[in-house]
């Protein structure tokens, strides 16, 4: 069954560097997402992509972050100048449509660590 | 502002026990509830959505329901499994679209104990 990638696992970085989270979505897909979650809290949405354009985004999805999709299969989502609180798990998600009813499909997620 | 509460935060239950987890919500104007397991160190996976009219809906051994006049919805795990440990988030969407349309709850994190 297609499943959603992400790379890398893990990441460790220091606090102001830039680091790039990637995302194969399922081929098919058209829809593309990126959450976070916090240890110990609830996921939370960051931004919407589709048509090569952000479709939604939410205010944690401030000027430091952005989405791109470089090519026909990789989504990636950049912290510019990663701060302490950014240290969390990244989840990419895709969907064939849009629309709330459509089934989002979640890849196994990035933890990100901010020193 | 929209929410979603779940309860219990965790459960302990011997394999093979049935158990019930509880989602409240205030959520408007609602579109429909989602159901995920999350696997430790995986993504959420979806078990079963659920819109207005949409009194319960079966996966296997999860059954969902919804009542929508009070807003409540629940999700009954039958005879558990050791494969059913994760943590259940409950997901509440709007209409209307908006970043914001999508609320997540903190999920009830179940462990089953052979």
């Known amino acids: 069954e297609p499943e959603v990638t992400q790379t890398p696992s893990h990441q460790v970085t220091q606090m102001g560097q830039e680091v790039i989270l990637r995302c194969v979505p399922i081929s098919n897909h058209l829809y593309f997402y990126w959450y976070r979650q916090i240890l110990g809290q609830k996921v939370e949405f960051l931004v919407s992509?589709?048509?090569?354009?952000?479709?939604?985004k939410s205010e944690i999805f401030d000027d430091q972050f952005s989405v791109e999709r470089p090519d026909g299969s990789n989504f990636t989502l950049k912290i510019r100048s990663t701060k302490l609180e950014d240290s969390a798990m990244y989840f990419c998600?895709?969907?064939?449509?849009?629309?709330?009813?459509?089934?989002?499909?979640f890849g196994p997620g990035t933890r990100l660590l901010v020193l | 502002k929209n929410q979603v509460e779940q309860s219990p935060q965790s459960l302990i239950i011997l394999e093979g026990k049935n158990c019930t987890l509880q989602?409240?919500?205030?959520?408007?104007?609602?579109?429909?509830l989602r159901w995920y397991k999350q696997d430790t160190g995986r993504g959420p996976v979806s078990l079963t959505i659920m819109t207005f009219s949409e009194n319960t809906k079966s996966n296997g051994r999860y059954t969902a329901t919804l009542d929508a006049d009070t807003k409540q919805s629940s999700l009954h795990i039958t005879a558990s499994q050791l494969s059913d440990s994760a943590s259940y988030i409950c997901v509440v969407s709007a209409f209307g679209g908006g970043a914001d349309g999508l609320t997540f709850g903190k999920g009830t994190h179940l462990i089953i104990q052979p």
């Open positions: 998600a895709s969907s064939q449509r849009g629309g709330r009813q459509e089934t989002q499909y």
């Open positions: 989602c409240n919500y205030t959520v408007s104007p609602f579109s429909n």
């Open positions: 992509f589709y048509n090569n354009e952000i479709s939604e």
